[in-house]
T-cell receptor
Framework: DTEVTQTPKHLVMGMTNKKSLKCEQHMGHRAMYWYKQKAKKPPELMFVYSYEKLSINESVPSRFSPECPNSSLLNLHLHALQPEDSALYLC?????????????FGPGTRLTVL | AQSVSQHNHHVILSEAASLELGCNYSYGGTVNLFWYVQYPGQHLQLLLKYFSGDPLVKGIKGFEAEFIKSKFSFNLRKPSVQWSDTAEYFCAVRSTRYSSASKIIFGSGTRLSIRP
């Protein structure tokens, strides 16, 4: 089973709202990722968690706040977003094998900021 | 800095035509190479990957790719495409410098349209 699940599928929020995206995997993977994908563009890495610790932050604005409460769950807390933050937010996970590590992606949350 | 180039932005083919999508990367060290596919309205799926060994890699749905180290290339091929292959294709490179987590660099993607 190589399934990564994400909720919600769609989210519409105002610029003053606070919302959270959720990602879950039960493959025993110890690395989890958030990506942002704009239409007709490749995914752009935002954050990487390795063994529940933040290991990479690609200079993402502080209005995006990641959280990894345990090895199966990854959240992305959103606050005071801008309309240009509207995009598909993808979660991925991988084993952290060090060699031959492969990322598996979830279906994404389509976010619209009004 | 690492980069991945996919020179074909949009490829249009008829069914049964052969396909080759180009991918070049710029990184001198050991790399892992991937092709992902994103069907309309669906999530990214792994087509195939190369880590080491035989440079000709076979993936799902009849796709294959060849790693040519001297050319820094990892082109995707399929001998006979179907309408259902219509999708966006992304080449990706992972530097093995990062041992604790995978940082993947994606190419800009190639949109493949198949005429029935």
């Amino acid at each position: 089973d190589t399934e990564v699940t994400q909720t919600p599928k769609h989210l519409v929020m105002g610029m003053t709202n606070k919302k959270s995206l959720k990602c879950e995997q039960h493959m025993g993977h110890r690395a989890m990722y958030w990506y942002k994908q704009k239409a007709k563009k490749p995914p752009e890495l935002m954050f990487v968690y390795s063994y529940e610790k933040l290991s990479i932050n690609e200079s993402v604005p502080s209005r995006f706040s990641p959280e990894c409460p345990n090895s199966s769950l990854l959240n992305l807390h959103l606050h005071a977003l801008q309309p240009e933050d509207s995009a598909l937010y993808l979660c991925a996970s991988s084993q952290v094998s060090g060699v031959g590590d492969t990322q598996y992606f979830g279906p994404g949350t389509r976010l619209t900021v009004l | 800095a690492q980069s991945v180039s996919q020179h074909n932005h949009h490829v249009i083919l008829s069914e049964a035509a052969s396909l080759e999508l180009g991918c070049n990367y710029s990184y001198g060290g050991t790399v892992n190479l991937f092709w992902y596919v994103q069907y309309p309205g669906q999530h990214l799926q792994l087509l195939l990957k190369y880590f080491s060994g035989d440079p000709l890699v076979k993936g799902i749905k009849g796709f294959e790719a060849e790693f040519i180290k001297s050319k820094f290339s990892f082109n995707l091929r399929k001998p006979s495409v179907q309408w259902s292959d219509t999708a966006e294709y992304f080449c990706a490179v992972r530097s093995t410098r990062y041992s604790s987590a995978s940082k993947i660099i994606f190419g800009s993607g190639t949109r493949l349209s198949i005429r029935p």
